[in-house]
């Protein structure tokens, strides 16, 4: 299943199942749209230099500019040092545009589009996962909000696409959900597990008055949305089913020898002081192919899809008239696919 992170630096929530092909970077810097820099004399009509054409339709050299200098933020320092670095970085950059206006063209083709209202829709989901702060971002990464209103549009246009002209020819037999349970089965068998919920604090002290709270009688919820600091305070420190070894010791050892619905001592660790309570604990044990046939069959076109969107490319890309101008300042050659 291709993920739009792959042709798209928009910001969007993550989610499960074939339908979902957003990945929902939190960081920042997946909220900015845009370019790079290179190469290119080339004009068009209106005297828009460009660095590259796909069947005639133009990609341009502020956006590629815009591009990368936006990536070129994600880079660590020490890579940008290195020689031939910065030449393979540009033309990696150069070539996601590229199928980002191959895989545009061939939405138009099939005229697939995204209404307003869908738009919108989308919108408000975004703004509702990150609350308050959504408008905030805007302003604290310097973006356009209407360039990346339009970026998002473009994404969601790809997202169908690929939905309709990939995942929905994807078939799979129930020979085939049998045979990859069978050759999997440790890969499906439930390992013991805890619904925990924790609430974590910056120092002894804060943790303390937060067990005596606790002790006192007071739900865990409500303290954990008071004083946590951890991200799931807002789901009252609920962490949800949780397995060996996910965290640390020695946090994964308090969980696991904690008695239900106790308070357990302060545990510290490098991310602060932790008070954890147990509500459920799920032993480990071999499933069979009715429990998990969900879980088997979304792995399976996962991985089809996957298979499937990279020949889909692929073919689109042999089809495509690709050229790539090659001199920045001369434009006296042109690299054609």
């Not at 989901?125 to 990346?148: C, M, V």
């Not at 995942?167 to 349970?181: C, P, Q, V």
């Not at 050759?183 to 439930?190: D, L, P, Q, S, V």
């Amino acid at each position: 299943m291709i993920k739009m992170g792959r042709y798209s630096d928009n910001f969007s929530e993550s989610g499960g199942g074939s339908g979902h092909i957003f990945i929902i970077g939190r960081v920042l810097l997946c909220l900015v749209l845009s370019g790079m820099i290179v190469s290119c004399d080339k004009f068009d009509g209106s005297a828009r230099p460009y660095v590259a054409t796909v069947n005639d339709a133009k990609i341009y050299l502020d956006e590629y500019q815009a591009r990368l200098d936006k990536k070129i933020h994600m880079v660590p320092e020490e890579f940008l040092n290195q020689p031939g670095y910065m030449e393979k970085f540009e033309e990696e950059v150069l070539d996601l545009m590229i199928v980002e206006k191959v895989m545009s063209l061939r939405a138009k083709e099939l005229n697939i589009s995204v209404s307003n209202d869908e738009l919108e829709n989308k919108i408000r989901e975004i703004r509702g996962d990150y609350g308050e702060d959504f408008a905030g971002l805007f302003a604290a990464g310097k973006i356009n909000y209407e360039k990346w209103k339009a970026g998002l549009k473009e994404e969601m246009i790809l997202q169908r696409l690929v939905a309709l002209d990939v995942n929905a020819k994807i078939k799979i037999s129930e020979d085939e959900i049998e045979g990859y349970f069978n050759a999997r089965r440790n890969h499906y068998k439930t390992d013991l597990r805890a619904r925990v919920f924790q609430i974590v604090v910056g120092d002894m002290a804060a943790a303390e008055k937060a067990v005596e709270r606790l002790k006192s009688g007071e739900d865990f919820a409500k303290v954990a949305a008071d004083v946590s600091i951890s991200p799931e305070a807002r789901r009252g420190g609920d962490l949800g089913f949780i397995t060996r070894w996910i965290m640390p010791e020695p946090l994964d050892k308090t969980i696991f020898s904690l008695p239900l619905n106790t308070i357990s001592p302060v545990v510290q660790s490098p991310y602060g002081f932790h008070v954890f309570k147990v509500t459920e604990m799920q032993r480990a044990r071999e499933t069979n192919l009715a429990d998990v046939r969900g879980d088997v069959t979304a792995d399976i076109r996962l991985q089809k899809e996957e298979v499937a969107y990279r020949a889909w490319l692929d073919d689109l890309r042999r089809k495509a008239v690709i050229t790539k101008v090659s001199d920045i300042k001369t434009g006296k050659s042109d690299k054609k696919h």
